[in-house]
């Protein structure tokens, strides 16, 4: 509650013009949307959501706020209505009556994420304090109730297609089951947790056709009888490498990790530290591009957009693979092949291996800002300062993609060779995001 209050203040005063009436300049800040995001992810990571789960947290809270932006800016933007698997006609507002677009998206954004995001009233200090900023900058009343009601009316579609994606639905599906049988996956240290989303395939997905349009090679057969089997030689790769590591290579895993709830385990204490989970980093990543680029409030909203469809067909894509061959983790084969006490550098998530869902997001993504912002756009990504980690740069997005590929490797928990298909699905992804969605006109 105290981190809602102190971000809200800090936005206040970012914008704050001593009172005067210029809260159409105050609204078009970008940054303003970007501390919005920023806002929701905390609450996503304050709620322990996995990372499967966070996608569709920062899906339809993006697309609310993106179609109040296509509505305001017609000239600019198209909706994506008929380009989104159900989503229909968005409600066009009353041409006769003055809404400031910037602040209605704001709202709509928030009311998603809060609506998406348990528990009710997560952003409502959050909220609140936008609404006490565009009065104390003297936004007009008719001007105010005009935006909060079309924001309503967008979100209150949003919220209705949301609904209809299968989530409740897959709420009550049957569990994984676990069965100890050569190479198939099984819950691992220290939670031991349950396998993660089994039915995340049966999601409406968003562009693409289906969760099988894309699949990669089977993975490499269980063997670990034969130490020249492709499998077996992965099996000691991982081991060796994470046996080996370099500073440069733990920083990279630990970069990249990305954990939603770490369970840490000292003797007989356990507790669990939080990080933004990896679509969550992508998140913050828009964000840095947003103001590197000195994008507009309406840019900087498409692209939030964009980012958040590519992530979210992503994932679905991605577990569609994991629970079609179900395989073991490389602790797994360690510790019960050669050696029981071996740990990766990185805590193993509790769902299949093959493939890995950070390296396919991460691709798509990728793919979805080179078309926002263009290839070979070099940043400086901060966005774990906030867990302790110090930031790394890049020179492009595709280029951060690729080390993140090899964090996986490197923190010991997805084969190598895993991780390379795992990129190639990510971008087949992402390219057909951008190729088949029309954003800006």
């Known amino acids: ?21 210029d809260y159409d300049a ?50 600019r933007f198209n909706s994506l209505a008929g380009q989104l698997h159900g989503l229909n006609a968005i409600p066009k507002p009353d041409a006769s009556r003055k809404i400031d677009y910037e602040f209605c998206a704001l709202l709509a954004y928030c009311k998603l994420g809060e609506a998406v995001t348990f528990p009710e009233g997560s952003m409502k200090e959050y909220v609140d304090s936008l609404k006490k900023m565009a009065l104390d900058h003297g936004m007009p009343s008719e001007i105010y109730d005009n935006s909060v009601e079309y924001a309503d009316t967008v979100s209150a579609v949003i919220m209705a297609w949301s609904k209809k994606d299968n989530y409740l639905q897959t709420r009550g599906a049957p569990q994984y089951v676990v069965k100890d049988s050569p190479g198939r996956w099984i819950p691992t240290p220290p939670a031991y947790s349950p396998a993660m989303e089994p039915h995340w395939r049966e999601i409406r997905s968003l562009v693409i056709d289906s969760p099988q349009q894309f699949m990669p090679e089977p993975p490499y057969n269980f063997d670990m009888t034969d130490k020249n089997s492709p499998y077996y030689k992965e099996v000691k790769l991982s081991q060796n490498t994470v046996d080996s590591l370099t500073t440069e290579q733990a920083w990279i895993a630990d970069f990249w990790d990305d954990n939603p709830f770490k369970l840490n385990v000292s003797g007989h204490l356990m507790y669990g530290t939080k990080k933004f989970s ?43 693979i994991k629970y079609t061959f179900n395989t073991l983790r490389p602790e797994t084969a360690i510790n019960k092949y050669i050696d029981a006490n071996w740990r990766p550098h990185l805590q193993t ?25 263009g290839d070979n756009f070099a940043f400086n990504d901060t966005t774990e ?47 057909l995001v951008v190729s088949r969605i029309r954003l800006a006109k």
């Open 385 to 431: 300062l906030d867990f302790g980690v110090n930031s790394r740069s890049f020179r492009s997005f595709r280029d951060a993609s690729i080390e993140t590929l090899n964090s996986r490797f490197y923190g010991g928990i997805h084969f190598h060779y895993c991780c390379l298909r795992s990129n190639i699905m990510g971008k087949e992804v992402g390219e």
């Open 26 to 75: 105050v609204f078009k800040n970008p940054f303003l949307y970007c501390r919005t995001v920023y806002e929701l992810n905390n609450v996503v990571m304050g709620n322990n959501f996995g990372p499967i789960i966070a996608s569709r947290n920062y899906l339809y809270a993006a697309i609310a706020g993106y179609e109040v932006i296509a509505a305001g800016y017609p000239d």
């Open 349 to 373: 998530p509790p769902f299949p291996e093959y493939t890995c869902g950070h390296c396919t997001i991460s691709a798509s993504a990728a793919e979805a800002l080179t078309a926002e912002f």
């Open 1 to 21: 509650m105290r981190k809602i209050l102190i971000i809200a203040l800090a936005v206040y005063a970012l914008v704050s013009c001593n009172g005067k009436k």
């Open 278 to 320: 990896p679509g969550g980093h992508w998140m913050s990543v828009v964000g840095i591009a947003a103001k590197k680029s000195g994008a507009d409030f309406p840019k900087t909203v498409e692209a939030y957009a964009r980012t958040a469809i590519a992530l979210f067909d992503a994932f679905i894509q991605c577990w569609n």
